[in-house]
């Protein structure tokens, strides 16, 4: 036995480092999708829906608070404007957008080899956007803070199976409102190499994130050639449906389309308040506001990297509380992804969407009903894939480390079915044959390691083995996984005067603010 | 106030009368999907596989054990026997099915309002089936027993998207294994009127089940016209996979197309062990096993109603424990459905499978991937779509309200888009106008209330509301209301003449058999 300690030991540490290296080097950049997408609609009710956004657009049209310029811009294209109201001939904005929105973009990562394509047959994995609180088993319920932030950018970062370090994973309650942008970005860039998201609440603070990127990137924030700035950010403006756009969210995406940056346009429903309690009805509107937000970027900038968004979820008709998970949003999600595919720009919608207080079953009903929808549909830019709770609220620790399982299986379900003469596995039934077991065939000895998901929280053991392992349930299981995860982290390097000059550039402009700001 | 209260009261029971009429009456008998089936596979990918399907058939052949009708039946039928190996020419079986084996037909029920349709654009939902042991939050995991049987088939009698009653849905491990299917075929005609399944564990099983069938179902056992029987009751055959028939389950089978009554063949397989571990040659194992079971049925009587089954499961590759609700799995579900239905046969598959232990977040996520793909699947007959635990060892009671939820939301989701004038509701977003709510709109008014489905699970108040009510996570929710349920309880109408013939039935065969059988 005591022969054996050093080299378990030392086998154990080699397995750690692969695990290790498993989680965060060879993981895909991102999905390439070998399956089709679910179809809900034919052509002719897609038309149909595109008629009546049309109409819409025209009869409605689109109210721009506060920000003159949108109203100029559009008057100059051909709109028809009416206070800040703008209503759009048939057809205008979707010409806007096909004359100059990419179909697809790549969004460049501080690590090269982590650069997401957005758009087409890519399917780009995010963490949850915007819970002001986080919560888990220990200790329950509470504002989020900047630690709670790092923590869950790194677990991102460990994650094979999500592409992205998405944006505000938490709200760090705890720093000022108008200084806490710096330190969501800095924790982006510092404790991961993934791709990230950018600030846009407030036009100036879109251009901080911008500002500290090029810090980040150096030379490699402008294409070798051209010298045109590459797309390293990307953001989530909102609608404020029905069929408004505000100044904040207008202005915060002109600074991203002038640099250059990847936009959302994401109208953001809560169907039965925000728009008519019908599936159709929903779509025509939600196709509405992203073409008209979609238009506003690619007359900004044309070409512009921009991306159709859609949230949209149901309304409880007892309390008017959202819900999650059910079949009309599921239908909203289907039809939008198609709308954006004969659009041809890349779409954005969620992820593990849920109404729950607790990572319950509850949780994980709804979270796998709409990451399900988001995988058939086709979803881009998956948002809200890991940690969502209680409706967007509430960043959960153990939810996350289940959803990031989950992101898993649909990274290989996109891997379609194999259909080469391995796949077929011909042979392999022929040496079996009748009544005897394949455990010990040629064929599956030379696939098992790859052949099935190996869930990360799911406990597939006997009842007995389950009980003699503490009878944990999945969010217990999880509990641990964070923390084992947050303690093995290590951070990607840095150069050292790329972070000094990033740490400096925040302090300086930190200091520029007057502190009754908080 | 004191003059409100009798109103009051008056109105409460009404409401509660009309809650229990819209559970167990007003309910669609079962689903026609109105969306389209998801497709994983072109053309080319199903014949290729269809061609291995038929080469397994020709090269490997299946073993009909011990059943020596089957290789005679074969053998006429220009199949090439060797010992109980039967080697089929390339097509054969195929050939023999699409000749005879009907596309849809209807399973009749007690009462012919819950009459189910089979095949096409049907769904039928179906409790899960074989558990030997079950489970609530209270007394935990133990042997079932026939009062959770009668519990169970109460329960699926009151859930509104619950088609069917099921067959085994708990193994009642209280009665002896030689009578046990009496009682259980009896609860299901006593406590539902809903359609069920009919036992396969011996083939004089299957002629009691028939017989007992036949006193329920009185002259409407037979068609008026033609004398000929209806099909009342359907069953489950499994294959000995891989490429296995055994005795039992074929004189089972035969009696039951003798009689015309329905027979699902179902390869069941554990891919690693009892198929290869990929998609695409499990997929072709099991096209081979239903074909070579399916020919056999339309053999013994051609006509018979007959379906095509599936159950597959990965494998954890540590352990060899089955594991659900994994990518894998789903492949192989969207591609057996779609071999059903280039047959143009009826498929049955699962359900809400699950792994888990417990009805927790695991549970859900895995069922709810597994429901997710068995709706966009097409399935027709969806065995396990509520109750199952622990990889179909466990009945829970809690998991069995909350699948029955998920069930209602598959209902709503086959609705599909309403693209009519009342779908479209463009009146409704110009009623409203930018930057108001819908909330008071005429549009919403009119159609709130069937808007949206309404979880009989989820808690969707706030994190207050809901910390008052409690604080209950979803199983402790579904806990309260299986006890509900079953204190609501009112058993369907039954002539007692026809009753009386039931136990008088039983209780002869009954004493026929040695008590030294338990």
Redesign the interface.
Known sequence: MSSESPRRRRGAGRAARQARASATQAAAPYIRRK??S????DDA?LE??ER?AD??LA?????FREYPEALSLFAKAGAEIDGE?VRFPPGMCREIVQKSAPSTFVQHARNPERNVQIGGDATVLVPAYGPPFVSDLDGG?RYGTIEDFRNFVKLAYMAPALHHSGGTVCEPVDLPVNKRHFDMVYSHIRYSDKPFMGSVTAPERAQDSIDMAKIAFGESFYEPQTGAPRCVLINLINA?S???FDNTMLGAAKVYAENGQATVVSPFIL???????????????ILAEALAGMAFVQLVNPGAPTVFGTFAS??????????F????P??VMY?AAQLARRLGVPFRSGGGLC???????????????TL??AM?AGVNFMLHTAGWL??G?VMSYEKFM?DAD?AG??Q??H?????SE?????D???E????????G?T??QQ???S?????S???????EQ?QADG?L???QR?NRRWKAALESYEAPPIDPAVDEELLAYMGERKASFPDANY
Chains 1, 2 share one sequence.
Do not use: C
């Open positions: 399956v089709p679910y179809e809900v609609l009710g149909l829906i009546n109409r819409l009869e409605v049209g689109i109210e109201r319920r404020n029905p069929m408004v169907a039965g308040a925000m728009s008519p309690v019908t599936v159709a009805g929903t779509a025509a509107q149901s309304m409880s008709m007892q309390s008017g509380a959202p819900t998970g059910s079949p009309e599921s239908l039809v109404a729950s207080k607790l990572p319950d079953a509850q949780a994980a009903y709804e979270a796998a009903n399900q929808t058939l209680e409706g609220l289940m989950q299986m649909i290989k379900f891997g379609g079915v194999d259909l391995n796949g077929q596995a011909i392999a039934i022929v079996t044959g009748p009544g005897n077991h394949f455990l065939s064929h599956t696939n098992f390691q052949a099935f998901y190996n869930s929280i799911a406990d597939n053991n006997s009842f389950w009878g349930d999945a969010a999880a």
